[in-house]
């Protein structure tokens, strides 16, 4: 018997997919990132068998960080360093008091782990991106690097963004988390909520994790997208159709955590 909330999904996605047929609306643009990937390399190859331009962002400290950077870098797929801050651990995590001379030095070791970046999203960072000094110093680093940032947004007082956008660096910012509830019928409302976004106000930035609950998910309604109306886009064409403009929804400077957030799901 299918389950009460999975039977309304299933019909709010039909739904929505007849609407698109119906009457073609104005685009609607989705970016999908998979974070903290490099650990397994069964859960990074089902990341890489996703169907359109997932981005897969590396974490730096994991076995297989370099060698999965360079496969999917060939795959096609853009490739982010996932940048650990506090409070994340380990040999290459950023915290507020740490002297800019030894974040650089942990920013070069990361980068190093992960050829072929073309981007930096953050890795937990919930104090760190709340840091002034330091966000300026990174997007500045970033733009002599010629790369972009992507705020992972797990902190309401995150100024990684304003901070971007005020020296004109390429950037945007998480919408919607797709995973900090692991079941198949709340990814598949995380993933609903981010359609609806994406047609109210033109784009959507979602970012999941390589848990199997929202692999299965995205490899069966990725294909679907088209259908109801949203097209796939890299981040690269994200950040180009954004214009490094905030969304409404991140004016001020302010961002809902996501409920129940933890080191885990950041």
Same mark, same amino acid.
């Given at each position: ?5 999975? @039977? ?15 009457? &073609? ?5 989705? %970016? ?5 990937? $490099?650990?397994s ?26 060698? @999965? ?12 360093? +996932?940048?650990?801050?506090? &409070? !994340?651990?380990? &040999?290459? !995590?950023? +915290? ?6 030894? *974040?650089?030095?942990? *920013?070069?070791?990361?980068? %190093?782990? #992960? ?20 966000? !300026? ?12 940032? #992507?705020d992972?947004?797990? %902190? ?14 390429? +950037? #945007? ?15 598949e ?12 106000? $033109?784009? !959507? #930035? ?5 848990y ?5 998910? *995205?490899?069966?309604?990725?294909p679907? *997208? ?21 969304? &409404?929804? +991140? ?11 933890v080191?885990?799901?950041?």
């Amino acid at each position: 018997m299918i389950q009460p909330m999975r @039977f309304l999904l299933c019909v709010l996605f039909g739904l929505m997919a007849s609407a698109a047929q119906a009457a &073609p609306a104005t685009k609607a643009y989705m %970016s999908i990132i998979i974070d903290d990937l $490099g650990q397994s390399s069964e859960r990074d190859s089902r990341t890489l068998a996703l169907p359109g331009p997932v981005t897969m962002a590396i974490m730096p400290d994991t076995p297989h960080a370099t060698d @999965f950077a360079r496969q999917a870098h060939k795959a096609g797929k853009t490739v982010i360093l +996932h940048m650990p801050m506090d &409070p !994340a651990t380990g &040999p290459y !995590a950023w +915290h507020p008091g740490v002297p800019i001379e030894t *974040l650089a030095k942990r *920013l070069d070791m990361a980068l %190093s782990k #992960v050829p072929c970046a073309v981007g930096v999203n953050n890795h937990m960072g919930s104090r760190m991106t709340a840091q002034d000094e330091a966000m !300026a110093w990174l997007m500045a680093e970033l733009q002599r690097r010629h790369l972009f940032f #992507v705020d992972s947004r797990t %902190s309401a007082a995150t100024v990684a963004a304003a901070h971007a956008q005020k020296i004109g660096l390429a +950037h #945007v910012s998480r919408d919607v988390f797709l995973d900090n509830e692991r079941s198949l019928e709340a990814i598949e409302h995380q993933l609903l909520q981010g359609i609806v976004l994406a047609r109210r106000q $033109g784009s !959507a #930035v979602l970012i999941g994790h390589p848990y199997p609950q929202t692999l299965a998910v *995205l490899a069966r309604e990725l294909p679907r *997208l088209k259908s109801q109306g949203i097209e796939l886009i890299s981040l690269e064409q994200m950040i180009a159709e954004r214009g490094n403009q905030t969304m &409404p929804a +991140h004016r001020g400077h302010r961002a809902a955590a996501p409920t129940g957030q933890v080191s885990g799901t950041e």
